[in-house]
Every structure is written in C-alpha cells, then in structure tokens.
C-alpha cells in the first residue's frame, strides 16, 4: 500500500523559510513513471498546486510562487522536500504532498496533510 | 496561465442526480480530475481522465468532458457524498507541466 506523509515544523516565523519533507512508503520515488508534488490549501479556501519533481530532480514551479519555492529529491532516503522562503501570513496553510503520474494530470495518492503557521 | 472555474455550491436532494462542473480553456485540450474533500481530511481522487475510476470509489461517481466544460456527475446523491469537490487540470494556455486546480463546488445534500 502506497503512502505519503509530511512532516515538519508547524510554526515558522515571519520572513523565515518553511521546510517540509514527505516520506513516501510502499514503492519507490525512483519510478519512472511518476512526479511528486506539493499542494496547500490555505484555512477556508481551495487548493494550490505548488509545484513537482521528478526523481531525476527535475522540478515544475506554480509560476505564482516559482521565485520563492524550491522542491529537492533524496531517492535514497525515499523522500522530497519543500523549501518556501520569506513567508508571510498569507503562506499559513495546510501542505499536501501527493503523487502524480508523468503522463497524467491527476494526484493520487495523497499525504494527510500537515498545517503550517506563519507568525511570529 | 489559463484558469479553472466552478460553481461555489450546489445542491441534491437526497437519491437525486447532480451534475458539478468545471470550466476552462485548457479543458479543451486536458482531461480534468476530480476531487472529494470531507471536512479535516485529505482530498480523494474521484474520476480522472476520459473514464477512470480510482479502485472503491462507488460507480455512482461519473465524468464527462465537452468543449471547455468538464463534469462529474453524481447518480443517486448519498449523504455521505457531502463534500467540497475540486477539479484540477494542466495549463492549456503556457507550459503544459504546470497543473492547476478550480476553487471548488461545496456539495449539499438534502
């Protein structure tokens, strides 16, 4: 069975940098056959595809967000990780890290998900 | 980069059939997906592609595509299928890596 789960700080101050990492269980993060992605959802509101990477480390930005975020891939330890820097309160969100396949457009598997809030 | 859209609410009477929809110039080109989110939970796929449907996802959940309007149709509205529904589908209008997701419909059941 295939599985995701975030983990991280869940308080981050001001101007600060977000860090999170998603573990990924029941397979490889090598495969060829799938990007792994970021997704948040601010408190109330909709989702926001953040961005994704292959685990050749190739990586696609929300062009929204593209100056400030960094996605990285450690295929030996299974896992990808997002860097979001000079946050601001408008960053307090739930993130997701999901699967999508390369030929597709869709997320499936997805993590629990995990809050992170920006204040000081 | 091009933009999803889709009704805020909507509602079903309990049994009753209910269409949601998504609209946008990139689903003339891309396939959209769909998905259920319960309050406090993960969202779950629930239709992807031209016909796919995620292994225990009830039949009752459909999709169609036609033009620039993608829907998922709901045959016979369960209580539990009270949700916030999302559609998600590339960016027809820039790079096509780029993903991006509608704001989604807030399902009642009544």
């Known amino acids: 069975q295939v599985q995701l789960q975030e983990s991280g700080p869940g308080l981050v101050k001001p101007s600060q940098t977000l860090s999170l990492t998603c573990s990924f269980s029941?397979?490889?993060?090598?495969?060829?056959?799938?990007?792994w992605s970021w997704i948040r959802q601010s408190p109330g509101k909709g989702l926001e595809w953040i961005g994704y990477?292959?685990?050749?480390?190739?990586?696609y930005y929300n062009p929204s967000l593209k100056t400030r975020v960094t996605i990285s891939v450690d295929t030996s330890k299974n896992q990808f990780s997002l860097r979001l820097n000079s946050v601001t309160a408008a960053d307090t969100a739930v993130y997701y890290c999901?699967?999508?396949?390369?030929?597709?457009?869709?997320?499936?598997?997805w993590g629990q998900g995990t809050l992170v809030t920006v204040s000081s | 980069s091009s933009e999803l859209t889709q009704d805020p609410a909507v509602s079903v009477a309990l049994g009753q059939t209910v269409k949601i929809t998504c609209q946008g110039d990139s689903l003339r080109s891309y396939f959209a997906s769909w998905y259920q989110q319960k309050p406090g939970q993960a969202p779950l796929l629930v239709f992807y592609g031209k016909n796919n449907r995620p292994s225990g996802i009830p039949d009752r959940f459909s999709g169609s595509s036609s033009g620039n309007t993608a829907s998922l149709t709901i045959t016979g509205a369960q209580a539990e299928d009270e949700a916030d529904y999302y559609c998600n589908s590339r960016d027809g209008s820039g790079d096509r890596l780029n993903l991006l997701f509608a704001g989604g419909t807030k399902l009642t059941v009544l």
């Open positions: 999901a699967r999508a396949p390369r030929l597709g457009n869709w997320f499936d598997p």
């Open positions: 029941g397979g490889s993060i090598s495969s060829r056959d799938y990007y």
């Open positions: 990477i292959y685990y050749t480390g190739s990586a």
